[in-house]
């Protein structure tokens, strides 16, 4: 990482998070920011301005503690900036916010197959394609003169005012690209969006130096390079790489924050079965740092745990909490307390079903091991979707979590499951773009299965599924 630090700057979705890494990848410090939405006149917006300010300002306090060479944006994959020469266009659009019937019906009508892109029909603006199309049916003149950067990389151009894009954010059920033949989709091409991205680079690429401006918003030295970045589950998988237990092996991994990610890495090109992918219960194709089509499922894993016991998410893997989630089990089962998905309606594997409480309990640490269950059991429905196998790594901020990880691994004793001791698996995929030898800071944990038998509840969870399917 050539002698001086490293600043790792992530935005998702519910949070914001700069980091500050020695040469060495020991964290040195970690700030994290609440994002807000912004609501305008036509539509709700990521708060882009406000997560500048803020960014600015730790910029600074950073400068303070280590000699900065460079930084690397990491963002998630469901946003976009319009630029218009060295300013944002117009907003840019939170994917939340439903896009109006009339717009949405006219949009699918112009999508490309899923067999050509791996991007499947999305709500509300998950699809980048959609978000575009709604926000030129706003203002059609956004058609005209303006380059498109995927999130990630509209804070590499911030930084260092040059332009790019890159495969990771745009093969992200975006519908703007077909990993395949790593071009831009049809509708891409047929809407004029391909020539309006901006110049496809690599993550790893250096685009250019901290801007004038910046070296004086932040103190940073002039020098300081901005890497053009990726999108923040592939940085996750780019971090799971970097174990010898996942490195060049059938692997996947299973990211976990608002949104729950697995990405299955096939041993060989011969194992990778696009056809069997079910668009229908959210598997999509994204594609790696490399160019890669990966497998994946998702579903809204953080936002159902938060909807259900509250907004503190912590609450299901803090590590003084485990004790009396587990001890909670046992009460759990005998109860047949259990919740049915979903409480995310239109993502995961189970789109059109609507939640509920079976039995709910009024003790908070069994209604939390319930919940941790739940998140199990959704777990394990999206990774049969992907045909994971092998091995398979957890990390994010629900990996310590023992009722949910243990759960899985009593679900599924084919599986060597592993979790990451550090929360940063994303900051560390960043930086093994700087430096690919990088080692992690810790090893992995395998994970043992429950000392409960949890099949005959695991059982009646899916008889449930089936007779709500089936009454429907």
């Given at each position: 990482?050539?002698?001086?630090?490293?600043?790792?700057?992530?935005?998702?979705?519910?949070?914001?998070?700069?980091?500050?890494?020695?040469?060495?990848?020991?964290?040195?410090?970690?700030?994290?920011?609440?994002?807000?939405?912004?609501?305008?006149?036509?539509?709700?917006?990521?708060?882009?301005?406000?997560?500048?300010?803020?960014?600015?300002?730790?910029?600074?306090?950073?400068?303070?503690?280590?000699?900065?060479?460079?930084?690397?944006?990491?963002?998630?994959?469901?946003?976009?900036?319009?630029?218009?020469?060295?300013?944002?266009?117009?907003?840019?659009?939170?994917?939340?916010?439903?896009?109006?019937?009339?717009?949405?019906?006219?949009?699918?009508?112009?999508?490309?197959?899923?067999?050509?892109?791996?991007?499947?029909?999305?709500?509300?603006?998950?699809?980048?394609?959609?978000?575009?199309?709604?926000?030129?049916a706003l203002d059609p003149d956004l058609a005209h003169g303006t380059q498109i950067l995927p999130w990630a990389q509209y804070w590499s151009w911030l930084l260092s005012g040059v332009a790019a894009s890159e495969v990771t954010s745009l093969g992200c059920h975006t519908d703007l690209w077909n990993p395949l033949t790593a071009s831009p989709s049809k509708l891409a091409e047929r809407?004029?969006?391909?020539?309006?991205?901006?110049?496809?680079?690599?993550?790893?690429?250096?685009?250019?130096?901290?801007?004038?401006?910046?070296?004086?918003?932040?103190?940073?030295?002039?020098?300081?390079?901005?890497?053009?970045?990726?999108?923040?589950?592939?940085?996750?998988?780019?971090?799971?790489?970097?174990?010898?237990?996942?490195?060049?092996?059938?692997?996947?991994?299973?990211?976990?924050?608002?949104?729950?990610?697995?990405?299955?890495?096939?041993?060989?090109?011969?194992?990778?079965?696009?056809?069997?992918?079910?668009?229908?219960?959210?598997?999509?194709?994204?594609?790696?740092?490399?160019?890669?089509?990966?497998?994946?499922?998702?579903?809204?894993?953080?936002?159902?745990?938060?909807?259900?016991?509250?907004?503190?998410?912590?609450?299901?893997?803090?590590?003084?909490?485990?004790?009396?989630?587990?001890?909670?089990?046992?009460?759990?089962?005998?109860?047949?307390?259990?919740?049915?998905?979903?409480?995310?309606?239109?993502?995961?594997?189970?789109?059109?079903?609507?939640?509920?409480?079976?039995?709910?309990?009024?003790?908070?640490?069994?209604?939390?091991?319930?919940?941790?269950?739940?998140?199990?059991?959704?777990?394990?429905?999206?990774?049969?979707?992907?045909?994971?196998?092998?091995?398979?790594?957890?990390?994010?901020?629900?990996?310590?979590?023992?009722?949910?990880?243990?759960?899985?691994?009593?679900?599924?004793?084919?599986?060597?499951?592993?979790?990451?001791?550090?929360?940063?698996?994303?900051?560390?995929?960043?930086?093994?773009?700087?430096?690919?030898?990088?080692?992690?800071?810790?090893?992995?944990?395998?994970?043992?299965?429950?000392?409960?038998?949890?099949?005959?509840?695991?059982?009646?969870?899916?008889?449930?599924?089936?007779?709500?399917?089936?009454?429907?």
């Amino acid at each position: 990482m050539k002698g001086r630090a490293t600043i790792v700057l992530d935005i998702g979705k519910t949070l914001a998070k700069l980091s500050l890494w020695s040469p060495d990848g020991v964290l040195i410090e970690r700030r994290v920011r609440p994002n807000a939405r912004v609501v305008t006149a036509s539509y709700a917006a990521l708060d882009a301005a406000g997560i500048e300010a803020w960014a600015a300002e730790t910029l600074r306090d950073f400068a303070g503690l280590a000699d900065v060479g460079a930084i690397v944006p990491v963002g998630h994959g469901a946003a976009a900036a319009i630029i218009r020469s060295d300013r944002l266009a117009c907003p840019p659009l939170d994917y939340e916010d439903a896009i109006p019937t009339n717009l949405r019906s006219a949009y699918d009508a112009q999508r490309d197959t899923f067999a050509e892109t791996g991007s499947p029909p999305l709500p509300h603006g998950l699809n980048l394609g959609a978000q575009i199309f709604r926000l030129e049916a706003l203002d059609p003149d956004l058609a005209h003169g303006t380059q498109i950067l995927p999130w990630a990389q509209y804070w590499s151009w911030l930084l260092s005012g040059v332009a790019a894009s890159e495969v990771t954010s745009l093969g992200c059920h975006t519908d703007l690209w077909n990993p395949l033949t790593a071009s831009p989709s049809k509708l891409a091409e047929r809407r004029g969006w391909a020539s309006r991205l901006a110049p496809l680079r690599g993550a790893g690429d250096i685009l250019g130096t901290l801007t004038p401006a910046w070296v004086a918003r932040t103190g940073l030295a002039a020098d300081t390079e901005i890497y053009c970045g990726l999108h923040d589950s592939n940085a996750a998988l780019l971090a799971a790489r970097g174990f010898t237990e996942i490195a060049e092996t059938e692997s996947t991994i299973l990211s976990t924050g608002t949104w729950f990610v697995a990405m299955r890495s096939p041993k060989d090109a011969a194992s990778l079965d696009i056809g069997h992918l079910d668009e229908d219960r959210d598997c999509l194709i994204n594609v790696d740092a490399f160019g890669k089509p990966i497998p994946s499922a998702r579903f809204m894993g953080g936002r159902e745990i938060e909807t259900l016991i509250g907004l503190d998410t912590r609450q299901i893997d803090l590590s003084f909490d485990q004790p009396a989630l587990l001890a909670a089990l046992p009460d759990v089962l005998a109860s047949g307390a259990m919740v049915l998905p979903s409480f995310a309606p239109g993502f995961g594997p189970f789109p059109d079903a609507s939640g509920r409480w079976i039995a709910r309990p009024d003790d908070h640490a069994a209604r939390r091991a319930a919940v941790s269950l739940y998140a199990a059991f959704v777990a394990d429905a999206s990774l049969r979707l992907i045909g994971t196998k092998e091995r398979l790594l957890i990390e994010g901020r629900f990996a310590e979590g023992q009722v949910f990880v243990r759960a899985l691994a009593a679900l599924r004793p084919d599986l060597r499951i592993y979790i990451g001791k550090a929360h940063n698996d994303v900051s560390y995929g960043a930086l093994r773009l700087l430096d690919a030898a990088l080692p992690p800071a810790q090893p992995l944990d395998l994970v043992a299965p429950l000392d409960l038998d949890i099949s005959s509840y695991h059982d009646r969870w899916r008889h449930e599924i089936a007779r709500k399917e089936n009454a429907a």
